[in-house]
């Protein structure tokens, strides 16, 4: 279910994954409204490779007063040739909207992006919008993106718009990218 409550329960590798299918980003075409909390422990050493429009441990994240406090070590995230006109997101959620707050997260891992426009590549989320807020976290590996037009590229947040913040935050690691406005 797309609203309920997630509490992570032990460490937990996701090994063993394909490298062309990966794990499968929880909220597509359905927006994650629920909590999600990693109580303390760890998702570790998996793969994301997709070509949808969201893409990350989390794809797509909407809800007032809902929280995500997400914690991956040795991931790598691949958003690749999405061939729709809309922004394409990429990160450890891909995005995160209305009100929403993740706090007390960390991304140590890769994260890459690519699409035809508004490609928007995080390490820690792709697009930060709608008043949202990202309080407490830091990224630690590589990011980048390239898009053909509109590329935004950040340590923390690729993409944050209509009044979102992003506070108490860092990022160390190498970013780049190419593209028109890339950032």
Request: charge should be positive; proline fraction near 1%.
């Amino acid at each position: 279910k797309m609203s309920r409550i997630y509490y992570i329960g032990q460490v937990v590798p996701v090994d063993g994954v394909a490298a062309k299918t990966g794990f499968v980003p929880i909220g597509q075409a359905t927006a994650f409204t629920g909590n999600f909390d990693c109580n303390g422990y760890e998702l570790r050493d998996f793969h994301v490779c997709s070509n949808m429009r969201s893409v990350g441990v989390l794809g797509f994240t909407s809800g007032s007063g809902k929280t995500t406090k997400i914690k991956s070590v040795g991931h790598t995230i691949i958003k690749f040739g999405y061939v729709g006109t809309d922004s394409q997101r990429c990160g450890l959620i891909g995005s995160n909207e209305s009100s929403r707050t993740v706090l007390d997260s960390y991304s140590i891992g890769s994260v890459s992006g690519t699409g035809n426009s508004n490609t928007q590549v995080g390490g820690i989320v792709g697009r930060n919008s709608s008043s949202s807020q990202v309080n407490d976290s830091y990224s630690i590996g590589s990011i980048s993106g390239a898009g053909n037009s509109n590329t935004w590229i950040g340590g923390i947040v690729g993409y944050n718009v209509s009044s979102s913040q992003v506070n108490n935050s860092y990022s160390t690691g190498s970013i780049s990218g190419t593209g028109n406005s890339s950032t």
